[in-house]
């Protein structure tokens, strides 16, 4: 039982202090002593009677001090610690400094409303950020606001319930069949030519690619085991950009790729390439990566940069035939991912079965990422159904013209047999 100045008895939790104010006091379902505060008694009383309420009715949280920095931190070392890949890591990293941390990094956990981060979004479709980034600061905050609720340094997640709509004119870039095979024409005998053909071949991403070591080729049951990433990136005591070997992007992706004919013998051609490159004495082969199947003509691993210049090598030699109106766009290694699995659902494969060779984490990653070709694929479909009708259709107008010449041949014998009778 507490006391005011004068020595009256208040009730439990509540006293006075030296100063005048009077405050209540009681233990939370976390174990934390709380505190509240008023000019009054009767003010005191109901701070007090408020926050026991809400306490029961499990309304707080155990720390509504944490700034979205501070959570950001523990998020990253003790929910990602062992389970993102160091170049996801980094991926993690860069978007939370440019794209967060100055709008809400301050901030308190509590004080961030959904309101607010629609704005942000809109902000960053204003100054051209694509769906891709947009995607990926609501996909960071997300996480990072569910696991504040499940530690209860967060009331409600304010991302929950917040989308990013794809912009229909950007859906992933997708080579036509014509320019796949103009593509294909014009890489033949080219130095990265094996490296294209397993590409369109297999799905693989671009880092699994580069990671290719002979090890990871069983040509008798023609599979590939996707086991690893190459990435090219500057890590925590790097002083540069460097290789790094890694682990795939997410459990799902270690997976075996089947290898068609095609893929068997550009891996093949490869293998023979990689010793010729590798005999080379002008090979510049980094201690590590000695193994790698596919690489330069210095037999130093591949990266981004070099993938998509190999590529704008030959989308440029197409270009040198072609009119101003019919010049080929250029793309990104990943459009050979989105090629492929596009030409498997042409092909008629099962949703299910592409997921698992690009490796997706869920169903739904493929459907959403390829809901376009799927919607083309199904008016294809259908028009093959209405192809095929209009050939029952003509095909029973056939069937009745043909009865009627025989119904019509059989009733003229009749005629001439019974016009014989009588005559005879």
């Known amino acids: 039982m507490g006391k005011n100045l004068k020595g009256k008895e208040l009730g439990a939790g509540l006293y006075q202090r030296k100063d005048g104010k009077y405050c209540g006091r009681f233990y939370d379902r976390f174990g934390i002593r ?81 309101l607010q981060i629609r704005g942000k979004l809109v902000n960053l479709d204003k100054k051209g950020f694509g769906y891709e980034t947009q995607n990926k600061v609501r996909i960071l905050l997300l996480d990072m606001f569910n696991k504040a609720v ?161 590529i704008k090598v030959i989308v440029e030699q197409i270009n040198l035939m072609r009119e101003e109106l019919e010049q080929f766009e250029t793309f990104s290694g990943h459009c050979f991912r989105h090629t492929f699995a596009t030409r498997c659902f042409e092909a008629g494969i099962q949703p299910k079965t592409v997921q698992k060779y690009l490796g997706h984490a869920t169903l739904q990653m493929t459907m959403d990422l390829y809901t376009h070709v799927l919607e083309n694929h199904l008016s294809d479909e259908m028009d093959k159904l209405d192809s095929r009708l209009e050939m029952i259709e003509l095909s029973s107008d056939d069937l009745a013209e043909q009865r009627f010449e025989r119904e019509y041949r059989k009733q003229n014998e009749v005629l001439s047999s019974d016009k014989l009778i009588r005559i005879g």
């Open 150 to 310: 499940a530690d209860n340094v967060a009331m409600k997640n304010p991302v929950r319930n917040i989308k990013v709509v794809r912009d229909e004119e950007k859906e992933p870039r997708v080579l036509s069949t014509e320019e796949q095979s103009a593509f294909f024409d014009t890489c033949k005998g080219t130095f990265y030519d094996n490296l294209f053909n397993v590409a369109i071949s297999t799905g693989l991403r671009p880092g699994e690619l580069y990671a290719l070591e002979a090890e990871d080729l069983d040509f008798e049951k023609k599979v590939i085991h996707i086991t690893k990433s190459l990435s090219y990136q500057k890590f925590e005591g790097d002083t540069g950009k460097t290789f790094h070997m890694g682990k795939t992007k997410t459990k799902s992706s270690y997976r075996d790729v089947p290898m068609n004919r095609r893929c068997e013998i550009a891996l093949k051609k490869q293998l023979l390439q990689k010793r010729v490159v590798s005999g080379r004495t002008g090979a510049k082969t980094l201690k590590g990566f000695e193994n790698l199947i596919f690489t330069t003509k210095y037999d130093t691993p591949l990266n981004a940069q070099i993938y998509a210049d190999a």
């Open 34 to 114: 709380r505190y509240v505060y008023g000019k009054t008694i009767s003010e005191t009383k109901e701070k007090l009677n408020t926050a026991m309420y809400e306490d029961k009715m499990e309304m707080n949280v155990a720390d509504n001090t944490v700034t979205l920095n501070e959570w950001y931190q523990k998020w990253l070392e003790i929910y990602k610690y062992k389970v993102i890949a160091p170049s996801t890591r980094v991926q993690y990293e860069s978007i939370y400094k440019k794209h967060i941390q100055a709008d809400f990094g301050h901030m308190k956990l509590k004080d961030i409303q959904p």
